[in-house]
């Protein structure tokens, strides 16, 4: 059935004309997980009874004719980092193997609310440290448009089941370009709106202040269609932003005319990827055709995006990670005192990539080393940020590549966390000032999907993916 | 010998009354019943966020108000990260870097006289849970149990600068720190339920040296009287230390009260390094001054200044005012009672006659008194117009602090009137002197003494009943008539 | 700048977790690298410059104090490996 990779507009559609029923559609993409994943494994848990329960129901309310919404019947997946009510949450450790978490994520539960299906939990990279979902202790993920390639990560389970017709759509979380990078690799939709636009509660935390729930869909309409649902104000989430709700489709079809577009000029040198600059100057083109303006920006603390980002995550991670160690929930190992029975728990239940990153955070964080590192890294921020603040005097929003070029070859980067992360340098400056940030695909290489970025100021979602939109139907044209 | 100085400063948890937790809505209410306050905020479950408790950071202003310290227009909370059983995110939400409150003071008065004890700083923290240790407690053999019910409950912590020189001064520190929190209504400041919890930061030094010596923290110190002895017998072991030439290490000690010791409390590894950071899910605290003002208004009359006012306006001793204005309880049960007209001295010597010896001999918390001002009032209204007499009223009293009914009641339950009909006492009277002609002999002897006793009988003849004052007059007339 | 194995267990201590030798051999230069990094912002300019803590500029984001309802024990003690009378039990604590 190629019904599986329809959007959820045409979906829904098919939904409200009866001409499918959710049960249906459920099963059909329940029968897609069961033929695609003994090779892709981006599911950890398939929750089949459940989403079909809730496939019944929203029959039911249909039949009624009190069906919610447009999302009402319409099948998706959450990465394994959400918590949902009852149904296992592994962050893909060994660590947290049979926990069930006692209450459910906001996002998710919007989702959830609005009659949407849940299909099962997404394998991701441990604790969502990685870029290309190697790190998992349920296996990696395959990239279904090359096998030889990874799929992004941390979110790599989420991109490679929306991109294979295993699910609708996907929530992820972003905190260095986890949706966004992943979603380039698959050649899909991913958003990551402004910091505090989607709750972060139930979401498990790598790094508070970057982390943000992000979208995986297969267009930009799906993509507004979800973030209307999920963008809301909640009182759990104290960094969650008062206006969040709003209607995210705004933009769509309003065009591009007097757009004022930057493109960054620290990014433009010999070492970024030819496909990569291409597609962004195919891109600058098009919307310059369109009657918006396209100028060169310097953002000269760019270059300091990586390091600085490396830095404020290990260290927040480091705290975050502090709570799995056996007592309250997880796996719990022996041990003859309280601090052995801990120290072998996260010993033997986190994979060396997670507690590589727990022990530099400890580092960074350590009395001696907080000023040196912690605090300088948290002053180099502003800096960041004030390029940002800089560049958006004279332009509405950035186009960048997501990555530099095409995903990288499997174990190429596999063991040397500098060099994974590195492969997010072009998402993470977007993470450190907390802006809106949309990975879109566009172009081509090598037969497979290129991609190109939109970074906007903060709240601007409506804005990118206006004009994201009007990108993607460009390409459309034959 | 050389002789030594005790430095000592203090830190203070005080737990604030609020009705939830600091970071989440669980009731913060003490229970008995473990882990029945708990969700996944309190117990550090993966993706739970804290969200602040408005009315804790305003007790924390009050608090920090009525201690004269500075409130930080912007404050922040950070993360303290070590593990322990009883921190379920591995990290305590505290305030490290930007505290509510700066500098303040503490006035107290010992045996030495008065002296002002600085205060250094005023955080707002989340309580640790609770361990139940097993029969062989810490660093034994058992297993502990952990009981998150307090998890996660408003602290502040009142950090003292190291001004404190002597055991007493420590103690009164501590006795007037409670006095004054309680009056300002932000705690229940009881030591024994550990709602208030006081550390000493205990070091020596010869005398004269203007360089702190090395000190040690003392813990599990649960009354006040406790405080006195632990630095008490922290200083004396460190000057014997030093006296015998060895060096004070610095470490925390636990105090064992009923040894009347203080033990080593190290770590095998120590290496506390808490790494703390800017809690980055919490935004910062920014007060107007207009809101701060504001919260100031709504603190009562402090007891230094109520002190004041007793002494200059209503004539009390400088005792009685500090044994009234000790509580807030009682200041204000006394201010309430003088307000509807009863005599100062009178309520303030029921307050701390009848009033302190019920509680004390009932162990009732001052607090949980139920005696109410007007039933004072009219209970000394009633003796002073000889309804009933001072002995009836003490049984009155007693009733009232049971139940607190009105005495109006309880002397109509009881059948209690006072006889100060001079003739109907008359008869009493020439009964009692015909059955006692050895008294009434004495007398004429002039051992003016037989008279109380002869007072006695007559009141034990009127069941209690008759006006001792009419009494006296008659017996005088009776037995000046018979000379 | 160096980093050592003594510094390393250092920080397995505070950490609470240990890394075998075969994990720390993987895992080495990537540590090591991740320190240069750290090392190079050093070089940056940041005379004057406020720390960013998060990038939501948001203030004084409290509650009421309500009691909300919260977990029931039993559904929280069923996610803990051990626990006892009520309570998440803890091995004898040194």
Redesign the interface.
Known sequence: MNGLTMTIEALSGLLEKKEVSSIELTEAFLQQIQAKEPELNAFITVTRETALEAAAASDARRGRGEAIGRLDGIPFSLKDNFSVKGIPMTCASKMLGNYRPPYTATAAEHLLQAGAVLLGKNNMDEFAIGSSTENSAFGPVKNPLDPLRVPGGSSGGSAACVAAGEAAFSLGSDTGGSVRQPAACCGIVGLKPTYGVISRYGVTALASSLDQVGILARNIKDTALILNQVASYDPKDSMSWRDAAADYSAAIGAGVAGKRIGIVKEYLGSDMDPDALAWVRQAADWLTAAGARVEEVSMPNMAHCLACYYVLMSAEFHANMGRFDGLRFGMRAEGDDYFSMITNSRTQGLGPEVKTRILFGTYVLSEAQYEKFFLKAMKVRTLICRDYEEAFKKVDCLLTPVQNGLPFHWGSRQGDSVKMAATDKLAIPSNLAGLPALALPFGSAEGLPGAVQLIGKPFSEAMLLGIADYLEQEGQRP | MTAYEIVVGMECHVELKTKTKLFCSCAAEFSDDPNRHICPVCLGMPGALPVVNRQAIEYAVKAALALHCQVQLTSRFDRKNYHYPDLPAAYQITQMFYPIAKGGYVDIETSKGCRRIRLNRIHVEADAGKLLHGSSGIGGAGDSLADDNRGSTPLIEIVSEPDIRSAEEARVYGEKLRTILEYAGVSDVKMEQGSMRCDANVSVRPKGDPVLGTRAEVKNVNSFKAVERAVHYEAERQIDLIEEGGVVVQETRGWDDEKGISISMRLKENAHDYRYFPEPDLPPIILDPEQIRAIGLTLPEMPEARKVRMVSELKLSEYDSEQITASRYTADLFDETVTLGAEPKAVANWIMGELMRCARTKGVDLAAIPVKAQNLAALLAHVAEGKINNKQAKEVFEEMFDSGEAPEVIIRKKGMTQVSDAGALEEIVQTVLAGNPKSVEDYKNGRTQAMGFLVGQVMKASKGQANPGVVNQLLTAALEAMK | MEFSAK??S??????????SEK?WD??R???Q???D??V???A?D?EG????????K???????????P??N?D????????T???????????
Do not use: W
């Open positions: 510094e390393l250092k920080l397995e201590v505070l950490a609470r977790v240990n890394l994990e993987r895992c230069a990537a540590f690298n991740a320190l990094m750290a190079s912002l050093q940056v940041t410059v406020e720390p960013t803590i998060s990038p939501m948001l203030v004084n984001v409290m509650r009421e104090d309500e009691i909300r919260g977990l024990r559904e929280a003690l069923a996610q803990a490996m051990e006892e009378s009520g309570c998440y039990k803890v091995p004898r604590i040194l």
